[in-house]
């Protein structure tokens, strides 16, 4: 079974991103071969970023840092639910990611992005954050716009806008298995 956490890309209050959450973890809801948590990283208190080792060395002084990042070790993959800010991700994202680095290592995601543009850039932008995490971002993705997927501000997605979503999970489901084996195969050597 795949673990997946799916994590809301962003921390503003009244934003449509939890009626979009929502539906991912209603989607993945059927499926028997995976198991989904909503893992939000603004129910851990992450200031701006304020830990003076970068993350990549692992070694965490903040409490918030280090329960943060346990809870992202727990996943072998990752959906982000993103909107599109000013042609990138939300700030608050963008600071969530920075505290921690080898949680994601070998690891597998894939991206739900929306906006005026169906948050395309949002999701370009996520994609060279996530390169440099060593995760593999499968390539559909699902990808809703303010205008035809959300309805009197509730979030009514079309057939065409929804319809990556499926493949995206099954590419997810088979890539997340294959790095299973390059995690623990690293571990091994590590060992």
Known sequence: ?????IIPGTSRPQALNPQIVSWVEAQLAGRDDIRA????????DLPLLDEVVPAGAKMYQNAHTK?????????????????????????????????????????V????????????????????????YKVAVVRDQASF????????????????????FASMVDDLVAWGGALKGVREGSEAVTV
Do not use: C, Q
């Open 67 to 107: 329960a943060w990042g346990a809870k992202l070790d727990e996943f072998d993959a990752f959906i982000f639910v993103t909107p599109e800010y000013n042609h990138s991700i939300s700030g608050s994202l963008k600071n969530a990611l920075d505290f921690v680095a080898t949680e994601f290592n070998h690891k």
């Open 37 to 44: 948590e909503v893992v939000d990283f603004g129910e851990f």
């Open 145 to 164: 716009s303010i205008f035809t997927d959300v309805t009197d501000g509730a979030f009514t997605p079309t057939e065409v806008s929804a319809a990556p």
């Open 109 to 132: 995601a894939g991206i739900v992005n929306y906006g005026a543009d169906k948050g395309v850039r949002a999701a370009e932008h996520l994609r060279h954050i996530l390169a440099n």
């Open 1 to 5: 079974m795949l673990n997946i956490a």
